[in-house]
T-cell receptor, first 111, second 114 residues
Framework: TQLLEQSPQFLSIQEGENLTVYCNSS?????LQWYRQEPGEGPVLLVT???GGEVKKLKRLTFQFGDARKDSSLHITAAQPGDTGLYLC???????????WGAGTKLIIKP | KAGVTQTPRYLIKTRGQQVTLSCSPI?????VSWYQQTPGQGLQFLFE???????NKGNFPGRFSGRQFSNSRSEMNVSTLELGDSALYLC?????????????FGPGTRLTVL
């Protein structure tokens, strides 16, 4: 069974600080997606990484796919209160093309 | 373009009852997927419909069923509700349903089973 573990489960920091959240697995994924979900809303896709070692930037957010395509990280620089939300990663299974979801990292940025 | 809509937004039911949730996808999208989201468990895939046919199914008991209509609107039904069915039920639509295709999620239906 393929699993994606996200860490930390919960993170509360002050505005302006930097942070990194992780998405790890022992399985290889064809691609990995990151979503942000705000209270009362469904997840919204932020980025998809496909190639091992790939780095993508979205303003202050930097996403990296591990060289072996088993893990990924999301780094936020100078966090803002608007970054508050639940960050979810989802990997596309190599075997059946279905998405495997992590449980999420709940991020709170305090003004 | 209107987003994915789900009705109702909130439901309270008692054990043993059944419930039907509705999802209207983005216009032109033919794939609708359903997920159960619980704290600490993430999103669990229920099933995916494309052009009125169930194409993929997750590991949920037969009490969970769904269907899709010719206009791509989808419904999900849960019979004989259990306390553990309390969750946020999300639907997502996409053009093709392939995992490389962007999924657009609705706001979800919050189901509470008492």
């Amino acid at each position: 069974t393929q699993l994606l573990e996200q860490s930390p489960q919960f993170l509360s920091i002050q505005e302006g600080e930097n942070l990194t959240v992780y998405c790890n697995s022992s399985s290889v994924f064809s691609s990995l997606q990151w979503y942000r979900q705000e209270p009362g809303e469904g997840p919204v896709l932020l980025v998809t990484v496909v190639t091992g070692g790939e780095v993508k930037k979205l303003k202050r957010l930097t996403f990296q796919f591990g060289d072996a395509r088993k893990d990924s990280s999301l780094h936020i620089t100078a966090a803002q209160p608007g970054d508050t939300g639940l960050y979810l990663c989802a990997g596309e299974s190599d075997s059946n093309y279905q998405l495997i979801w992590g449980a999420g990292t709940k991020l709170i940025i305090k003004p | 373009k209107a987003g994915v809509t789900q009705t109702p937004r909130y439901l309270i039911k008692t054990r043993g009852q059944q419930v039907t949730l509705s999802c209207s996808p983005i216009s032109g999208h033919r794939s609708v997927s359903w997920y159960q989201q619980t704290p600490g468990q993430g999103l669990q895939f229920l099933f995916e419909y494309f052009s009125e046919t169930q194409r993929n199914k997750g590991n949920f008991p037969g009490r969970f069923s769904g269907r899709q209509f010719s206009n791509s609107r989808s419904e999900m039904n849960v019979s004989t509700l259990e306390l553990g069915d309390s969750a946020l039920y999300l639907c997502a639509s996409s053009s093709t349903g392939f995992s490389t295709d962007t999924q657009y999620f609705g706001p979800g239906t919050r189901l509470t089973v008492l």
